[in-house]
Nanobody, 124 residues
């Protein structure tokens, strides 16, 4: 059974950085892509970026380019989301998701497995 477990969220001041982790287990993920999404209160779930597990190429939503970096550690089966220069509008629950495809997709409907989410709250 596939399990995705996010960690690393918390309460931080604007301008600081956070690194979120997503530990994956339950199968071999070499043919998967991993996506990061976020959902703020009262808003729809938003794609922030994704990475092809085998190739390692990362893609980002325009809204986060330059501040967000996605990477993966194959040995640890873990994907990371580095968020720099945090802003209050980054406040959301952040989710990682897995898709059985080589291609990163921007729609949450394209992902097969989801983690439980980790809360990020940015104070001004």
């Amino acid at each position: 059974q596939v399990q995705l477990v996010e960690s690393g969220g918390g309460l931080v001041q604007a301008g600081n950085s956070l690194r979120l982790s997503c530990a994956a287990s339950g199968r071999t993920f070499s043919s998967y892509t991993m996506g990061w999404f976020r959902q703020a209160p009262g808003k729809e779930r938003e794609f922030v970026g994704g990475i092809s597990w085998s190739v390692g190429s990362a893609y980002y939503a325009d809204s986060v380019k330059g501040r967000f970096t996605i990477s993966r550690d194959n040995a640890k089966n873990t994907v990371y989301l580095q968020i720099n220069s945090l802003k209050p509008e980054d406040t959301a629950v952040y989710y990682c998701a897995a898709r059985a495809s080589w291609v990163v997709a921007g729609s949450s409907l394209e992902y097969d497995y989801w983690g439980q989410g980790t809360q990020v709250t940015v104070s001004s």
